[in-house]
């Protein structure tokens, strides 16, 4: 009930905040725009992605149906407010997505406050519809945090951004206090091709909490069947590394994350993880780079853009002969149909070691999205 309240007052301040905003921009023009996208589809299965031990499992899903409102309030506020809704099996949600306050200052100086993603990780910091696999890898959503309240400034320039801020995730009915910080730099920018080295570090004061990692091996639908041990956290360390090398049609992204958590008798239990994906063009087209992110695709032709994919995912989550270690290879091809609409069809073959939770731990995936932007 608490956690509720505070939602609800989470909504009704940044929606009266929003309102306020022409008094502080003294009567500048107050620009809108509202945008969002449709991501639907089908996962097919077998029974390692069933904890039941089910041999094959074929959902529709809506993997999310997400309205975005922008505001531009005079030359140095901004503001956004998203909703999203999903439909995973029988499970039905709507969510609040961003919710935040942006001044941008001099020199590519940003400030803001509200709900919004932390700052780690290269793929969770991506838009969904800036990806080329039906889902994050893995690794990205056994350890990347993703959005939670809280305050964060930083600067974003063509060839380098730093970022650092103060998070909670308590509205959300959670006891997580967490400092996330992020460095990228670009040493080679080019019209041909861009390297991006980073690095990202969160210290999370867990509150004395449940923790554990529980993740449905890339596939949306599934069951939760790769887990880490379960025991009362004091705090958790997260560190990440990130390096991409855009070439032409050629895009190679590496990222590797490790996680130190103190359980509350104050034994430390090692977690890690990393991934390898490659995608290359068989169109005359190429990723875009922008400021330490990823941008979505803009075919050159009619015909859009074709991409094939192939990425290898491997997470440690046993310490102590305590949890599972799991891989996910994926291969896949995304085509591109003007900047609007898209088609991703994955095959998946998983792979797990240690504690495992279903009856038969054998049985690949496919896994097929449209997604439509508006």
Same mark, same amino acid.
């Given at each position: #009930?608490?956690a509720e309240? +505070? ?5 009704i301040?940044?929606? *009266? @905040? ?73 499970? +039905? ?22 709900r ?13 519809? $800036?990806l ?8 990205? $959503? ?9 305050? #964060? ?7 380098? @951004?730093? !970022? ?11 006891? @997580? ?14 019209? !041909? ?53 855009l070439?032409?049609?050629l ?8 996680? !130190? ?5 104050? !034994? ?22 922008s ?35 799991? $891989?996910?290879?994926? *291969?896949? *091809? ?14 998946? #073959? ?7 939770? #279903? ?16």
């Amino acid at each position: #009930m608490l956690a509720e309240l +505070k939602w609800a007052w989470l909504v009704i301040g940044l929606t *009266l @905040t929003f309102m306020a905003q022409p008094l502080f921009a003294v009567a500048s023009p107050v620009e809108a725009e509202v945008g969002g996208y449709v991501a639907a589809g089908v996962d097919h299965y077998g029974s390692f992605y069933d904890e039941d031990g089910g041999r094959s499992t074929t959902r529709g899903v809506l993997r999310n149906a997400k309205i975005e409102l922008e505001l531009a309030l005079g030359k140095r506020w901004e503001a956004e407010l998203d909703g999203s809704y999903k439909i995973e099996g029988d499970k +039905k949600e709507l969510d609040l997505g961003d919710a935040y306050l942006l001044y941008d200052g001099e020199s590519r100086f940003e400030a803001r406050i509200g709900r919004f993603k932390e700052p780690f990780g290269l793929e969770r910091l991506a838009s969904y519809t $800036s990806l080329n696999t039906s889902e994050r890898s893995l690794v990205t $959503s056994a350890f990347a945090p993703g959005r939670s309240i809280g305050v #964060m400034a930083g600067q974003y320039r063509k060839r380098g @951004t730093w !970022s650092l801020g103060l998070f909670t995730d308590e509205p959300d009915g959670g006891s @997580t206090h967490a400092i996330t910080a992020r460095l990228t730099r670009a040493p080679i920018r080019s019209e !041909s091709q861009t390297l991006h080295l980073g690095a990202a570090a969160s210290y999370r004061d867990l509150g004395d909490s449940r923790f554990q990692i529980k993740d449905e091996g890339e596939v949306f639908s599934a069951d939760n069947v790769i887990r880490s041990p379960r025991f009362e956290a004091g705090d958790a360390w997260l560190a990440g590394l990130e390096a991409a090398w855009l070439y032409h049609r050629l895009t190679l992204v590496a990222e590797a994350m490790a996680q !130190s958590v103190r359980r509350t008798d104050g !034994s430390r239990w090692q977690f890690g993880g990393a991934y390898l994906q490659a995608g290359v063009f068989l169109t005359d087209d190429r990723r875009y780079y922008s400021r330490g992110e990823f941008d979505w695709i803009e075919p050159r032709h009619r015909a859009g853009a074709l991409e094939l994919v192939a990425r290898h995912s491997a997470v440690d989550l046993r310490d102590r002969n305590l949890g599972a270690e799991a $891989s996910v290879t994926l *291969l896949g *091809l995304a085509w591109y149909l003007g900047e609007l609409f898209q088609l991703r069809l994955n095959y998946l #073959m998983p792979d797990i070691r240690g504690n495992t939770l #279903m009856a038969v731990p054998d049985g690949d995936a496919v896994t097929l999205r449209a997604v439509l932007r508006f």
